[in-house]
């Protein structure tokens, strides 16, 4: 006991010192030392400001250095020359970028001496060529290299929007026109016993005044929105997040629909069904987003909710 009693007290005396022994290589000088001196780091003004210079042009413009276009344009001119040489209209080359060629942005001038546009963008093509350009030349003619802002792009041409107006009234005014004769089955007139189909053509509406209130109140959100897409709602800014929730909601219930209509319905009429389901969700489409734009989609969403849900009950 008295031999274990001894071990103890030699290994604790020796914990002591060590706990004692100072380190003189980890001493801070003391005041009056002047072999050391602390050199705080020097600040790069330089960076800062071109860092804070990109992230103020990043969010009026929405696009900064290293963004990727698409060459939407069947062409588009390219200066081989510096911003300042083409101002001065000195001699210029050029080459042509063609559609569906991809393009990275690889500078951006800010030039106030130019009476025709003030901001100059590099663009290049590959790793050796690259040209300047008038960003209000530059953005009708690309889209972000992106399949969700290719898809706006497109669904939101107006040629098309056109030919869709007129392709879809005569599609549901010739499906009308058959289900009447048949007595065939109908969405909001003569329905079938699921609420799906319904709520199909509720969620369209709905996803349509979204849409039109985000562009009337808040165009600059969804601009960055189509520099910047996500299918997550979880990544976007409230408005549309809603508007992405909508869109998800479509595609969950009109799959639901169609799998009901399947259940209920012969394949001739449920065919003729879907088809004339299809027509209506597209006048909705069309029909709430312009009006949205003056104001009138919001009391006209109102009783559509009303008048839907009404019929559903009479029908079924």
């Known amino acids: 006991m008295r031999k274990i009693l001894l071990v103890f007290y030699l290994f604790t005396s020796l914990l002591l010192l060590t706990g004692c022994y100072r380190n003189k290589a980890r001493e801070l000088p003391s005041a009056d ?25 990043l969010a ?22 510096q911003p300042e040489e083409i101002i001065s209209q000195m001699a210029t080359d050029s080459f042509y970028v063609y559609k569906n060629e991809p393009l ?49 792009t497109t669904f939101s041409n107006s040629h098309l929007l056109i030919f869709l107006v007129v392709f879809i009234f005569i599609g549901v005014a010739y499906t009308g026109r058959i289900a009447i004769k048949r007595n065939a089955k109908i969405v909001h007139f003569n329905d079938i016993p699921t609420p799906y189909p319904m709520s199909l053509a509720l969620t369209v509406a709905t996803s349509a005044t979204l849409y039109a209130t985000i562009q009337n109140f808040t165009p600059q959100l969804w601009r960055h929105f189509y520099f910047h897409p996500t299918m997550n709602p979880l990544l976007a800014p409230f408005l549309i997040a809603v508007f992405l929730v909508s ?28 088809f004339g389901l299809a027509g209506v ?9 312009f009006t949205t734009i003056y104001y009138i989609g919001y009391p006209l969403l109102v009783a559509y909710f009303w008048f839907a849900i009404n019929r559903y009950r009479k029908s079924t």
């Open 60 to 81: 009026q413009h929405h696009y900064t250095e290293n963004f990727n276009f698409v060459v939407r344009a069947d062409s588009l001119p390219l200066f081989k020359q």
């Open 281 to 289: 969700c597209a006048v909705d489409y069309i029909v709430f987003t």
């Open 33 to 57: 030392t002047t072999a050391v001196k602390y050199v705080a780091p020097q600040i790069d003004t330089v960076a800062l400001k071109q860092k804070r210079d990109s992230l103020l042009f």
């Open 104 to 152: 990275v942005v690889a500078d951006i001038r800010v030039m106030s001496i130019d009476p025709v546009d003030s901001v100059w963008v590099q663009l290049a093509r590959d790793q050796v060529t690259f040209g300047w350009i008038h960003e209000s030349e530059l953005l009708p003619n690309v889209d972000p290299n992106d399949p969700i802002s290719q898809f706006i």
């Open 247 to 274: 869109v998800w909601a479509i595609i969950i219930v009109g799959l639901a629909a169609v799998d009901e209509v399947r259940r209920n319905l012969p394949l001739d009429e449920a065919v003729l069904y879907l």
